[in-house]
């Protein structure tokens, strides 16, 4: 049976509450998103965190303190983000790497984010792959352009990360490349071959329609309020859990099987 991979990426550095009031902001209200979106059927977190004001942080205490609060409650994996927000410096980004989650996001090319920018040169990428292969973090490889996965094969060729690869190709980004089934195709033909892949749709629309994109073509599913606040249009979603229940619900009915946080440990050799 083929087998379906869920990431919840539950609150992400640009959404607010004012985009949607469900979003969890401090850490225990991030640890109760994560535990109700594993028990609903993620088997990873992909994880941002907040300052006291609501604010995009990579302070490693606050990481620490939430990654903290998720283990009590459940083995999720969890998958940090070295994105960071528009503004951060790359040391401030790659710093939460020190606490050796299992999985962590490795941007492959500078990004237009709307009227901003998040600068990724390859010396910046390099410096982030060795030090996820110094602490065994499985990187996933952020691709959100053509050029950015072509980036991912230099990296993997001068040996700065150890197979399994990870994808998470994200399409529908402000200023990106548009989600439609023919753009995800172009992509997934030309990541490193025999590697996994994620599709990351932002905005409602291509949120969903990015699930049947990953069905059709062999990838897995990410949903969550980093990527789309939305349940349908013009409804909010209650919670980061009711879109991976729909994302479950979707696998099953196409003949997926879903895994669990030890499936995928093995799947992508996991440390
Ligand atoms: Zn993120």
């Not at 939460?96 to 490795?106: F, H």
């Not at 606040?229 to 979707?250: C, H």
Request: aromatic share 8%; charged share 25%; proline share 5%.
């Amino acid at each position: 049976m083929k087998k379906m991979v869920i990431t919840c990426a539950l609150t992400g550095a640009e959404t607010t509450k004012k985009d949607n009031q469900n979003l969890p902001i401090t850490p225990e209200e991030i640890a109760d998103s994560a535990y109700e979106a594993f028990i609903a059927g993620a088997s990873i977190i992909h994880l941002h965190v907040r300052d006291n004001d609501g604010n995009p942080t990579q302070d490693i205490n606050v990481f620490k303190k939430t990654i903290g609060l998720i283990r009590k409650k459940c083995d999720v994996i969890i998958e940090i983000t070295t994105g960071g927000a528009v503004g951060m410096t790359p040391e401030e980004r790659l710093g939460p790497i020190i606490l050796e989650p299992e999985m962590a996001s490795l941007d492959c090319g500078t990004i237009n984010f709307g009227n901003e920018y998040i600068l990724n040169t390859l010396p910046i990428m390099r410096k982030f792959a060795s030090t996820m292969k110094k602490y065994k973090v499985r990187p996933t490889f952020e691709c959100f352009d053509l050029s950015h996965i072509y980036s991912s094969h230099l990296l993997i060729k001068e040996g700065l990360i150890d197979p399994p690869y990870h994808y998470g190709l994200v399409m529908n980004a402000p200023a990106g490349v548009k989600y439609n089934i023919e753009n995800l195709d172009f992509f997934v033909k030309r990541i490193f071959p025999d590697s996994f892949w994620t599709v990351l749709g932002i905005g409602g629309k291509a949120s969903l329609e990015s699930h049947f994109g990953a069905i059709a073509l062999g990838g897995f599913i990410r949903v969550g309020f980093e990527d789309n606040v939305y349940y349908a249009k013009g409804e909010l979603a209650k919670s980061n859990a009711q879109l991976v229940e729909r994302a479950v619900r979707i696998s099953k009915e196409a003949g997926y099987e879903l895994t669990d946080p030890a499936d995928v440990r093995k799947l992508l050799n996991l440390h």
